[in-house]
Protein backbone atom coordinates (compact mmCIF):
# COMPACT_ATOMS: atom_id res chain seq x y z
CA UNK A 1 0.00 0.00 0.00
CA UNK A 2 1.51 3.97 -0.89
CA UNK A 3 1.48 5.41 1.87
CA UNK A 4 2.99 8.25 3.98
CA UNK A 5 3.57 7.12 7.48
CA UNK A 6 4.37 10.12 10.29
CA UNK A 7 6.02 8.97 13.51
CA UNK A 8 7.98 10.53 16.65
CA UNK A 9 5.42 12.72 18.49
CA UNK A 10 4.40 12.38 21.85
CA UNK A 11 4.29 14.30 24.96
CA UNK A 12 7.59 16.58 26.76
CA UNK A 13 7.55 19.57 28.65
CA UNK A 14 8.13 23.19 27.41
CA UNK A 15 11.57 23.21 26.06
CA UNK A 16 12.02 19.77 25.51
CA UNK A 17 12.61 18.40 21.75
CA UNK A 18 11.07 15.74 19.33
CA UNK A 19 12.00 14.49 16.17
CA UNK A 20 8.67 13.25 14.18
CA UNK A 21 9.72 11.18 10.92
CA UNK A 22 7.29 10.81 7.70
CA UNK A 23 7.87 7.44 5.92
CA UNK A 24 6.83 6.60 2.67
CA UNK A 25 5.81 3.16 2.17
CA UNK A 26 5.62 1.97 -1.64
CA UNK A 27 7.37 4.88 -3.45
CA UNK A 28 10.27 6.77 -3.11
CA UNK A 29 10.41 10.59 -2.24
CA UNK A 30 13.54 11.75 -3.79
CA UNK A 31 11.90 13.48 -6.62
CA UNK A 32 9.14 15.12 -4.56
CA UNK A 33 8.97 18.03 -2.15
CA UNK A 34 7.90 17.32 1.57
CA UNK A 35 5.96 19.32 3.65
CA UNK A 36 5.03 19.53 7.07
CA UNK A 37 2.10 20.90 8.28
CA UNK A 38 0.06 21.22 11.70
CA UNK A 39 -3.25 21.50 13.07
CA UNK A 40 -5.26 22.04 16.56
CA UNK A 41 -8.72 21.48 16.67
CA UNK A 42 -11.31 23.36 15.09
CA UNK A 43 -8.42 25.37 13.42
CA UNK A 44 -6.86 24.80 9.68
CA UNK A 45 -3.68 22.94 8.71
CA UNK A 46 -0.88 25.58 9.10
CA UNK A 47 2.21 24.76 6.80
CA UNK A 48 5.57 25.02 9.01
CA UNK A 49 8.16 23.94 6.27
CA UNK A 50 8.75 22.64 3.02
CA UNK A 51 11.92 20.95 2.00
CA UNK A 52 13.08 20.54 -1.44
CA UNK A 53 14.76 18.04 -3.33
CA UNK A 54 18.21 19.83 -2.85
CA UNK A 55 17.65 19.85 0.65
CA UNK A 56 17.06 23.39 0.76
CA UNK A 57 14.18 24.21 3.36
CA UNK A 58 12.06 26.91 3.86
CA UNK A 59 10.35 27.87 7.72
CA UNK A 60 7.40 29.37 8.81
CA UNK A 61 8.59 32.34 10.64
CA UNK A 62 7.13 30.34 14.45
CA UNK A 63 9.65 27.91 14.00
CA UNK A 64 12.58 29.49 12.19
CA UNK A 65 15.79 28.82 14.41
CA UNK A 66 13.65 25.84 16.32
CA UNK A 67 12.98 23.13 13.84
CA UNK A 68 15.12 21.90 11.33
CA UNK A 69 13.82 19.54 8.13
CA UNK A 70 15.91 17.23 6.66
CA UNK A 71 15.59 14.45 4.71
CA UNK A 72 16.63 11.08 2.73
CA UNK A 73 15.14 9.10 -0.24
CA UNK A 74 12.13 7.31 1.53
CA UNK A 75 12.00 9.96 5.18
CA UNK A 76 11.66 13.03 5.85
CA UNK A 77 12.52 14.60 9.39
CA UNK A 78 11.21 17.44 11.56
CA UNK A 79 13.88 18.46 14.03
CA UNK A 80 12.03 20.35 16.94
CA UNK A 81 14.36 22.08 19.68
CA UNK A 82 12.95 24.50 22.16
CA UNK A 83 9.45 22.99 22.31
CA UNK A 84 6.37 25.41 23.40
CA UNK A 85 3.29 24.68 24.95
CA UNK A 86 2.21 26.84 21.48
CA UNK A 87 3.53 23.78 19.19
CA UNK A 88 0.89 21.27 20.30
CA UNK A 89 -0.82 19.95 18.29
CA UNK A 90 -1.40 17.36 15.63
CA UNK A 91 1.62 17.02 12.67
CA UNK A 92 0.94 16.12 9.33
CA UNK A 93 3.60 15.78 6.25
CA UNK A 94 2.72 15.83 2.94
CA UNK A 95 4.35 14.64 -0.60
CA UNK A 96 3.92 17.06 -3.29
CA UNK A 97 5.19 17.99 -6.69
CA UNK A 98 5.79 14.03 -8.15
CA UNK A 99 3.79 11.64 -8.81
CA UNK A 100 3.25 10.73 -5.36
CA UNK A 101 0.71 13.18 -3.90
CA UNK A 102 -0.16 11.96 -0.42
CA UNK A 103 -0.96 13.27 3.17
CA UNK A 104 0.35 10.93 6.19
CA UNK A 105 -2.16 10.34 9.21
CA UNK A 106 -0.75 12.51 11.54
CA UNK A 107 1.56 12.18 14.89
CA UNK A 108 -0.07 14.05 17.72
CA UNK A 109 2.54 16.45 19.59
CA UNK A 110 1.74 17.79 22.92
CA UNK A 111 4.17 20.37 25.01
CA UNK A 112 3.22 20.58 28.35
CA UNK A 113 4.50 24.29 31.10
Known amino acids: QVQLVESGGGSVQAGGSLRLSCTARGFSTDKCTMDWYRQTPGNQRAWITS?????DATYHDFVKGRFMASRDKTTAYLQMNNLKPGDSAMYFC?????????WGQGTQVTVSS
Open 94 to 102: QSRGCAYNY
Open 51 to 55: IYTDG
